[in-house]
């Protein structure tokens, strides 16, 4: 099972950026999917997080500028970032808790990480 992030990169402030992550290889069910960010000297931190049925989480750093959402059919989980300030600069990773085909649990999951930059 592998999470593969694409999109982010340098933007404006007041910009906006996307990134998905698609989750890949024998899968049985997807739970709970999100993205986390960590600023540098920082300690990793949640940014949204979605359950199957849309349940939603945001940081209250991001509520209102940033939206969640997720595709079931494709394995795949979207962030939208609008708005955007200097403070969202990290790097982005997804997560995601999914139980593989052959086993009886589930298991958290991490992307490689896609770099947010927001700069003038």
């Known amino acids: 099972v592998q999470l593969q992030a694409s999109g982010g990169g340098l933007v404006q402030p007041g910009g906006s950026l996307s990134v998905s992550c698609t989750a890949s290889?024998?899968?049985?069910?997807?739970?709970?999917m999100g993205w986390y960010r960590q600023a540098p000297g920082k300690q990793r931190e949640l940014v949204a997080r979605?359950?199957?049925?849309?349940?939603?989480t945001y940081a209250d750093s991001v509520k209102g500028r940033f939206t969640i959402s997720r595709d079931n059919n494709k394995n795949t989980v979207y962030l939208q970032m609008n708005s955007l300030e200097p403070e969202d600069t990290a790097v982005y990773y997804c997560n995601a808790y999914i139980r593989p085909l052959t086993y009886y649990s589930a298991y958290e999951y991490w992307g490689q990480g896609t770099q947010v930059t927001v700069s003038s």
């Open positions: 290889g024998s899968i049985r069910t997807i739970h709970v």
């Open positions: 979605i359950t199957p049925s849309s349940d939603i």
